[in-house]
């Protein structure tokens, strides 16, 4: 059974701080890497992706992928009352168009 | 805008009625996904459609089947709602050479 692990949460982080958001996946095979933002009664929307090792940085996100020890993080740096939501992330496969397991999210806060 | 779109986006069905829910892309995307997403829970694959190849998962009842008439529209039918099959349901999309799903605004489904 391929498992994606996060930590349920709540994240409780002061407005301005960095939020640190953590996944451990279970397939070694897993090559794409996601992470969603889904605010309370919508759908997830992408907000990152990695495919390789190491960081990769878009504004105010960085994604961090380890694949040998089957981990990504994810970074929120100056955190925004507006980041208040839950993280989802998920793992596929090679082709982007390989189906995506999903964790089951961290709730983030951000308190003023 | 290009984009998927799910109707309707609140749903009420009556135990045992047969209900049908709809998605529509303009993406023009290969693969076509549904799942199932109950509160704090990750969102779960029932069964996706890659072009008209039809892939359904072990563990998706026997009471949710899908159709696919044409690579715009993708449909879920639920022939005998339960209680336990209240849900948000989520209709997603995807390419070769996109990164990610692009979700639909989702159905939220509720059996009285």
């Known amino acids: 059974q391929k498992e994606v692990e996060q930590n349920s949460g709540p994240l409780s982080v002061p407005e301005g701080a960095i939020a640190s958001l953590n996944c451990t996946y279970s397939d070694r095979g897993s090559q794409s890497f996601f992470w969603y933002r889904q605010y309370s009664g919508k759908s997830p929307e992408l907000i990152m992706f990695?495919?390789?090792?190491g960081d990769k940085e878009d504004g105010r996100f960085t994604a961090q992928l380890n694949k040998a020890s089957q981990y990504v993080s994810l970074l929120i740096r100056d955190s925004q009352p507006s980041d208040s939501a839950t993280y989802l992330c998920a793992v596929g496969g090679y082709s982007s168009a390989s189906k995506i397991i999903f964790g089951s999210g961290t709730r983030l806060s951000i308190r003023p | 805008d290009a984009m998927v779109i799910q109707n309707p986006r609140y749903q009420v069905t009556q135990f045992g009625k047969p209900v049908t829910l709809s998605c529509s892309q303009t993406l023009n995307h290969n693969v076509m996904y549904w799942y199932q997403q109950k509160s704090s829970q990750a969102p779960k694959l029932l069964f996706h459609?890659?072009?008209?190849?039809?892939?359904n998962e072990a563990d998706t009842p026997d009471n949710f089947q899908s159709r696919r008439p044409n690579t715009s529209f993708c449909f879920l039918d639920i022939r005998s709602p339960g209680l336990g099959d209240a849900a948000m349901y989520l209709c997603?999309?995807?390419?070769?050479?996109?990164?990610?799903?692009?979700f639909g605004s989702g159905t939220r489904l509720t059996v009285v």
């Open positions: 997603a999309t995807s390419s070769p050479g996109t990164s990610g799903y692009t």
């Open positions: 459609y890659y072009d008209k190849d039809f892939n």
């Open positions: 990695i495919y390789s090792n």
